[in-house]
């Protein structure tokens, strides 16, 4: 990237310019044959779309924390004929300035190695026509440049563009960000200049993220708190995993030395649970020592910082991080960043959650601050009560064929309230939480209720229901909200989502609700139960209902399955043991694993291991590739069970 007097950007004309195209055929042709094409070429219809972070560094590749390892391994997941379209090295030796893609790109998890793949390749310049807000953040923290189509057809044309209008869709944080060079080296000057952020007035009407944003801000000034106003606010907690834990320690060894402090240890935590199966997965194995190093650095981090220890003893996990930190620390108000995009999971307690880059919560450690936005809220009002074959796992793939799919809560605050919801568990509040990042949105949240402060204080001895009381946050009545939906949960049917994508889904035949319309009958080799969104106390109790109900039948998991079910906590396995559905499952001839991630990420039982193979899963989303190479419909616990036992797609009928 060239500027001029460090304000002007143009392109060099040594460098090239790589587009990802729907046809793949085009990015292996620019990519292997030299081929340069332009946007005057192209239609912004013949960009590729939804690009997600498996794509561009799938999880094998995440095995390597070294950047510049990340960055010979860049856009490892994208296939075409059943081979990758990147070999090794391909971006790095191509010599791109730019990349260009179509909407939301980078969607999917936070793992900031997406970003990073194309940062060290020496591509600075990105343009799409949107992008995915995790992603889009990770790019501001490593001091990536994001541009849309008219900027790049003005650079084409040989203009030389003032940096500010880059600038111009972002912030006024994000641009101070950008314009420093990456988050350390802004946080590192604000800190010097001992800036402040702007306030709130307390009588302006706010939704709760807005109430709990104000509350976490640096100063008393009195102004407004606006939507897309930047703020940079305390943060009350937070989580990595081992997949993310040895990148945050080398860069807080990077920036601040080896004899590094960070603030506020006890509310901070590390967990192994997303590579607890790797090593039973055969493509993984020759990562093993990748993978071992990763469990080291965390160790290595965990001993250096003092934060909650969440390892693994003899290779079982204490659970999947966000259903433990929801059972044990995380309160109503709190500020939470993890790094991993299902930390919005933490919004059924009414906190404010979401995930972030390696980058930006190492900043956050050694600060205790972070760079934030005033996101918009789009109201999700539920009323009814949802049919007994349903779960809030249908409500969500609801919501992503009819609201997410054309970008109407992308970036934005899903906050989830009504009769409806207070009828749900904080379990089920959880699955409508943890599946917002799949929506695109910031994060989601749900009002509180006295059902919330009883759930607390079953989880939290130290509380009592008046200290809790004053944490919890309700929208004001007249409130802004971006958009407002109703919901009528009683209409809901059991969903199911074509492969690939999760906002594909499909509902049930109302006259029959063992045909999914549309698809006819499908077989499955694989029905899995379990992950973050899965592997719950309900969920639990979803797939013993239907195992019960098939055994009283005299049914059993039909001979062409393997179901698994895997719990998502030590708390959620004693719990299966002592209610009995431990021995049920395994009556049934289930394949019961013990707590952590798996089959969610492509790490554990229950992958495909054929391209050939249908999987019915109920984890949170099906990328393609992300659990093995079969093709896997997305479905609810209850439907999931369903199929296991009848040999295909089905909804449950009790």
């Given at each position: 990237?060239?500027?001029?007097?460090?304000?002007?950007?143009?392109?060099?004309?040594?460098?090239?310019?790589?587009?990802?195209?729907?046809?793949?055929?085009?990015?292996?042709?620019?990519?292997?044959?030299?081929?340069?094409?332009?946007?005057?070429?192209?239609?912004?219809?013949?960009?590729?779309?939804?690009?997600?972070?498996?794509?561009?560094?799938?999880?094998?590749?995440?095995?390597?924390?070294?950047?510049?390892?990340?960055?010979?391994?860049?856009?490892?997941?994208?296939?075409?004929?059943?081979?990758?379209?990147?070999?090794?090295?391909?971006?790095?030796?191509?010599?791109?300035?730019?990349?260009?893609?179509?909407?939301?790109?980078?969607?999917?998890?936070?793992?900031?190695?997406?970003?990073?793949?194309?940062?060290?390749?020496?591509?600075?310049?990105?343009f799409?026509?949107?992008?995915?807000?995790?992603?889009?953040?990770?790019?501001?923290?490593?001091?990536?440049?994001?541009?849309?189509?008219?900027?790049?057809?003005?650079?084409?044309?040989?203009?030389?563009?003032?940096?500010?209008?880059?600038?111009?869709?972002?912030?006024?944080?994000?641009?101070?960000?950008?314009?420093?060079?990456?988050?350390?080296?802004?946080?590192?000057?604000?800190?010097?200049?001992?800036?402040?952020?702007?306030?709130?007035?307390?009588?302006?009407?706010?939704?709760?993220?807005?109430?709990?944003?104000?509350?976490k801000?640096?100063?008393?000034?009195?102004?407004?708190?606006?939507?897309?106003?930047?703020?940079?606010?305390?943060?009350?907690?937070?989580?990595?995993?081992?997949?993310?834990?040895?990148?945050?320690?080398?860069?807080?060894?990077?920036?601040?030395?080896?004899?590094?402090?960070?603030?506020?240890?006890?509310?901070?935590?590390?967990?192994e649970?997303?590579?607890?199966?790797?090593?039973?997965?055969?493509?993984?194995?020759?990562?093993?020592?990748?993978?071992?190093?990763?469990?080291?650095?965390?160790?290595?981090?965990?001993?250096?910082?003092?934060?909650?220890?969440?390892?693994?003893?003899?290779?079982?996990?204490?659970?999947?991080?966000?259903?433990?930190?929801?059972?044990?620390?995380?309160?109503?108000?709190?500020?939470?960043?993890?790094?991993?995009?299902?930390?919005?999971?933490?919004?059924?307690?009414?906190?404010?959650?979401?995930?972030?880059?390696?980058?930006?919560?190492?900043?956050?450690l050694?600060?205790?601050?972070?760079?934030?936005?005033?996101?918009?809220s789009?109201?999700?009002?539920?009323?009814?009560?949802?049919?007994?074959?349903?779960?809030?796992?249908?409500?969500?793939?609801?919501?992503?064929?009819?609201?997410?799919?054309?970008?109407?809560?992308?970036?934005?605050?899903?906050?989830?309230?009504?009769?409806?919801?207070?009828?749900?568990?904080?379990?089920?509040?959880?699955?409508?939480?943890?599946?917002?990042?799949?929506?695109?949105?910031?994060?989601?949240?749900?009002?509180?209720?006295?059902?919330?402060?009883?759930?607390?204080?079953?989880?939290?001895?130290?509380?009592?229901?008046?200290?809790?009381?004053?944490?919890?946050?309700?929208?004001?009545?007249?409130?802004?909200?971006?958009?407002?939906?109703?919901?009528d949960?009683?209409?809901?049917?059991?969903?199911?989502?074509?492969?690939?994508?999760?906002?594909?889904?499909?509902?049930?035949?109302?006259?029959?609700?063992?045909?999914?319309?549309?698809?006819?009958?499908?077989?499955?080799?694989?029905?899995?139960g379990?992950?973050?969104t899965?592997?719950?106390?309900?969920?639990?109790?979803?797939?013993?209902?239907?195992?019960?109900?098939?055994?009283?039948?005299?049914?059993?998991v039909?001979?062409?399955?393997?179901?698994?079910?895997?719990y998502?906590?030590?708390?959620?396995?004693?719990?299966?043991?002592?209610?009995?559905?431990?021995?049920?499952?395994?009556?049934a001839?289930?394949?019961?694993?013990?707590?952590?991630?798996?089959?969610c990420?492509?790490?554990?039982?229950?992958?495909?291991?054929?391209?050939?193979?249908?999987?019915?899963?109920?984890?949170n989303?099906?990328?393609q590739?992300?659990?093995?190479?079969?093709?896997?419909?997305?479905?609810?616990p209850?439907?999931?069970?369903?199929?296991?036992?009848?040999?295909?797609?089905?909804?449950?009928?009790?």
């Open positions: 990237m060239s500027k001029e007097n460090s304000i002007h950007i143009k392109l060099d004309p040594s460098k090239r310019v790589l587009f990802l195209t729907k046809d793949l055929s085009l990015i292996a042709k620019q990519l292997n044959d030299g081929l340069d094409l332009s946007m005057s070429e192209l239609r912004p219809s013949d960009l590729l779309d939804d690009i997600n972070t498996d794509i561009m560094t799938p999880a094998w590749v995440c095995f390597h924390h070294d950047p510049k390892e990340i960055a010979k391994r860049a856009y490892a997941g994208l296939m075409y004929n059943n081979e990758r379209v990147f070999q090794d090295n391909a971006l790095l030796k191509g010599n791109f300035q730019a990349i260009v893609s179509g909407e939301r790109k980078g969607t999917g998890s936070s793992r900031e190695t997406a970003a990073q793949c194309e940062k060290f390749s020496g591509v600075g310049l990105i799409a026509a949107s992008f995915a807000p995790i992603h889009q953040r990770n790019n501001i923290n490593l001091g990536q440049i994001m541009g849309n189509y008219e900027l790049l057809r003005r650079l084409e044309a040989g203009e030389s563009i003032a940096l500010e209008e880059f600038l111009e869709p972002f912030d006024e944080f994000s641009r101070h960000v950008l314009r420093a060079g990456g988050l350390f080296n802004f946080l590192n000057q604000f800190q010097e200049q001992q800036k402040t952020s702007p306030a709130i007035l307390s009588e302006v009407p706010m939704t709760m993220a807005q109430k709990i944003m104000a509350k801000l640096l100063n008393s000034d009195i102004q407004p708190l606006q939507n897309g106003q930047s703020t940079v606010a305390h943060v009350d907690g937070g989580y990595s995993h081992e997949f993310t834990s040895a990148q945050v320690h080398q860069f807080l060894i990077q920036e601040y030395g080896e004899h590094y402090k960070i603030k506020n240890a006890q509310r901070f935590a590390a967990f649970d997303h590579l607890i199966y790797a090593d039973e997965v055969p493509k993984y194995a020759p990562y093993k020592d990748l993978i071992d190093e990763l469990r080291s650095q965390q160790k290595q981090f965990i001993a250096h910082t003092g934060i909650r220890d969440y390892s693994a003893t003899q290779k079982i996990s204490p659970g999947i991080c966000h259903e433990v930190a929801r059972q044990e620390f995380i309160l109503p108000g709190d500020f939470i960043q993890a790094t991993d995009s299902h930390t919005c999971m933490g919004g059924a307690l009414n906190a404010f959650a979401f995930g972030i880059g390696a980058t930006e919560y190492a900043a956050l050694a600060t205790g601050l972070s760079v934030v936005s005033v996101p918009p789009v109201r999700f009002d539920l009323n009814g009560s949802l049919a007994k074959n349903c779960s809030a796992k249908d409500v969500m793939l609801y919501i992503l064929l009819n609201f997410s799919k054309d970008g109407l809560t992308l970036n934005k605050v899903m906050e989830f309230g009504g009769e409806g919801l207070h009828q749900l568990s904080i379990d089920e509040r959880a699955t409508l939480c943890n599946m917002a990042t799949e929506c695109g949105a910031k994060t989601g949240i749900c009002e509180p209720d006295q059902k919330l402060v009883d759930w607390l204080l079953e989880k939290r001895k130290e509380h009592n229901s008046q200290s809790l009381t004053k944490l919890l946050s309700m929208p004001d009545k007249n409130c802004h909200y971006e958009a407002r939906y109703s919901i949960l009683s209409k809901i049917e059991p969903m199911v989502a074509h492969p690939g994508n999760p906002d594909l889904g499909i509902p049930s035949d109302p006259t029959n609700g063992e045909l999914i319309k549309n698809l006819g009958e499908i077989p499955i080799d694989i029905a899995y379990g992950s973050c899965a592997g719950k106390y309900d969920d639990i109790e979803m797939y013993a209902r239907v195992v019960s109900d098939a055994l009283t039948q005299g049914k059993k039909h001979d062409k399955v393997k179901f698994y079910i895997q998502g906590s030590k708390d959620v396995d004693s719990y299966a043991k002592l209610k009995g559905f431990h021995d049920l499952f395994l009556k001839g289930i394949k019961v694993i013990s707590p952590g991630c798996g089959a990420i492509g790490c554990g039982p229950g992958v495909s291991s054929d391209k050939n193979q249908v999987s019915i899963s109920a984890i989303r099906n990328f590739g992300r659990s093995g190479p079969g093709k896997l419909y997305l479905a609810s209850l439907s999931v069970a369903a199929s296991a036992f009848a040999g295909k797609i089905v909804a449950w009928r009790q």
